[in-house]
């Protein structure tokens, strides 16, 4: 009965995480190992060079042995991963200290004001790769209940691509709604969708029933830049590059179209097979390392993903598989349907229109796009979004227009996984379902309790 | 005469192509306009001539998104002939309005200018288009549209992805003429496609291509 009291009168008060762009060591450990054999020697010089592990004891990885003490710091963003490597070979170790920073501020003098002014991320600009590197390492610090960053690979230029995990501690297991973005570098909207979407689950979680409820059962698995190489290059060469920055012929061309790399009927429409396209397939499907990393994880995972999303800009459409053939999809009616359902809700913001269809049908044919593969390999829900706008600015979206196109893509987006959490956990408690319903039942059983 | 869904591929090619034609010919430094919806499709085909497409769509102001106009065109694809510019024929609905006061202002403006024009990258990378600028993108729109016609056939899609490079050439005539290299957007190939135009204009003469072409790829280099 107290219990009935206590759900209808508690009103979730959300405090949004801020954080600063500072350097700190929040939450960076130092590990001690003792290699037992060579090749741990080997691995882990493997692993202080291409994670730059900031090496404690000794100073230079070639001075690593086998029976010496070997101390590193491991930034807090890789802890996870460092310590996954290490159980993998079969490394032991120690953890010698478990929050640098907590040590620094412990031994540095007090001075007046030890607080850090957090300043604000900016949702509404576009920000340049090491911004959002740091923003992912943040938002993880600042929800660690609710957020954990993973590694999902390695782009050409070896820089490291991750993936956000928005999972409500529990001790189910999940099923998976996965969305990415930035496969093609100038479309900036994209991953600053992806970002707001985020800072818009997190910031309203506590507030937001409809939110508690999916999480219940689903994880997010979102990407923010999957072409991170292409995203930099399009920051500091050439605003329209669309590629990635894998050479050919020498160094003499460079790119491959991602979205034509995916293995869903490889090479055969829409692509070319020459380096100097936009619409270059590879050398052969999944020929590039940012596919590669997509299709492990989800291929691994797949039999619990229940929806595929891609964000892509421009021209205002949702995309229904297939783009390489115009036979459509077994759940072809129902994909329709719920794409149509998004599409309105999208439009009730600001009447923006979009198109729904498959891309055969609406743009022209194309193999090898990632969404076709996720359909192809069982993911029953799988959907491209090309946001705005329709030419007008085509890739170079200003910035003003960030927040209103992001607040009407949300609504689109979710309205697509409350549909998939709807079919495949229906029920569920009456509580969850809509605040004010939730709140008035709650308060018709409290009354029913006093009075009788 | 088959009826197509408005919202496949050849329907809303037509109709951008369309949209440049109209942008050619009503375009002016105070106008452009981009293709919003398409209502209607019908496909023709004649044959030994080619494909005719019978479209209703509306158009929307480059610069004030709510100004709409609805439009009717056909829009002839000669057969086997890519190298001839599709034929056009459309309808505006209603009467476009009337900025000959702006265009005035952009004129004199420009006509008192101690040194000649010259601009990069419009819109920036960040989308911005400084408002001075904005009658020289509009003149960019018109013009590209001309070039777009002359250059679309069934199977492409172009729209204009920014002005690269923009430079005024002093007339001792009353008109300004300005050198332009722009990226044309090819939505297919999703090739960007630098080209050059000479884009001579005079408020109660409008809008005239006088020499374009094609840029080679590194010309963005």
């Not at chain 2, 034609?21 to 030994?48: F, K, M, N, Q, T």
């Not at chain 2, 190298?83 to 004199?108: M, W």
Request: hydrophobic letters at 35%.
């Amino acid at each position: 009965m107290l219990l009935f009291l206590g759900m209808a009168f508690s009103l979730g008060i959300l405090i949004p995480g801020k954080f600063s762009l500072k350097l700190q060591y929040d939450g960076d450990q130092v590990l001690h190992i003792v290699p037992e054999t060579l090749q741990q020697v080997q691995h882990l010089q493997h692993l202080c060079s291409t994670l730059l592990l900031d090496l404690w004891k000794p100073l230079l990885p070639e001075d690593i042995r086998a029976g010496e003490d070997l101390h590193i710091r491991v930034p807090a963003p890789l802890v996870q991963e460092v310590k996954d490597s290490l159980d993998q070979h079969t490394i032991s170790y120690k953890i010698l200290i478990h929050d640098v920073q907590e040590l620094v501020d412990q031994s540095t003098p007090e001075t007046s004001s030890q607080k850090q002014i957090p300043e604000s991320y900016s949702y509404t600009q576009y920000h340049p790769m090491e911004e959002i590197y740091t923003w992912m390492a943040q938002i993880q610090k600042n929800n660690s209940e609710l957020v954990t960053q993973h590694y999902l690979g390695e782009t050409v230029e070896n820089r490291t691509i991750y993936y956000l995990q928005i999972s409500q501690p529990s001790d189910k297991t999940k099923k998976i709604i996965w969305m990415d973005c930035g496969i093609h570098a100038r479309e900036w909207i994209s991953p600053a969708f992806c970002q707001w979407f985020v800072k818009e689950i997190l910031q309203n979680y506590e507030s937001d029933p409809k939110i508690r409820k999916f999480l219940q059962n689903i994880d997010l698995y979102i990407l923010p830049v999957l072409n991170i190489d292409g995203y930099i290059y399009s920051w500091e060469t050439a605003r329209l590059w669309r590629k990635n920055r894998s050479p050919h012929m020498n160094g003499t061309c460079y790119g491959t179209d991602l979205n034509r790399n995916f293995n869903s009927s490889w090479g055969t429409l829409g692509v070319s097979y020459n380096c100097s396209s936009e619409i270059f397939c590879g050398t052969g499907p999944e020929s590039e390392p940012e596919t590669r990393a997509v299709v492990q994880l989800i291929e691994r995972k797949k039999s619990d993903i229940l929806c595929y999303l891609t964000i892509h800009s421009y021209g205002q459409y949702i995309l229904t598989p297939y783009g390489s053939t115009t036979e459509p999809p077994s759940n072809n009616e129902e994909l329709m349907r719920v794409a149509q359902t998004a599409a309105a809700a999208l439009t009730e913001k600001y009447g923006t229109s979009y198109e729904v269809g498959p891309t055969s049908l609406i743009l022209y044919s194309n193999s090898g796009s990632s969404r076709d593969w996720a359909r192809m390999i069982g993911i029953p829900f799988s959907y491209t979004f090309e946001l705005r706008d329709k030419g007008t600015y085509g890739f170079v979206l200003p910035a003003d227009q960030i927040q209103p196109t992001c607040e009407e893509t949300m609504l689109a987006v979710t309205a697509i996984i409350d549909y998939v959490d709807q079919k495949y956990f229906p029920g569920g408690a009456t509580m969850l379902t809509s605040g004010s319903l939730g709140l008035s039942l709650c308060l018709t059983a409290v009354l029913t309790l006093i009075v009788t | 005469m088959a009826e197509l869904p408005p919202t496949h591929g050849p329907a809303s090619r037509a109709a951008a192509l369309a949209t440049a034609y109209i942008s050619h010919r009503h375009g002016s430094p105070g106008h452009g306009w981009v293709l919003r919806d398409v209502r209607r499709a019908r496909r023709e085909d004649i044959d030994g001539i080619g494909h005719k497409y019978h479209l209703e769509f509306v158009l929307e102001d480059i610069f004030e998104k709510d100004s709409t106009v609805n439009c009717t065109a056909e829009v002839l694809y000669h057969l086997g002939n890519e190298k001839s510019a599709p034929d056009v024929q459309f309808t505006i609905e209603g009467e476009l309005e009337n900025t000959d006061e702006a265009h005035n202002a952009f004129y004199n403006r420009i006509q008192s200018l101690k040194k000649e024009l010259e601009a990069e990258n419009i819109p920036d990378s960040y989308g911005n288009v400084p408002p001075e600028m904005q009658p020289i993108r509009a003149l960019a729109w018109a013009a590209s549209g001309y070039v777009i016609w002359q250059n679309s056939t069934e199977n492409t899609k172009y729209q204009l992805a920014q002005i690269k490079h923009v430079k005024q050439v002093k007339r001792t005539d009353e008109y300004l003429e300005f050198d332009y290299v722009i990226l044309l957007h090819e939505n297919v190939s999703q090739e960007i496609i630098p080209w050059q135009m000479t884009v001579l204009w005079h408020p109660q003469h409008g809008i005239e291509v006088t020499q374009n072409s094609c840029q080679p790829k590194h010309a963005l280099d």
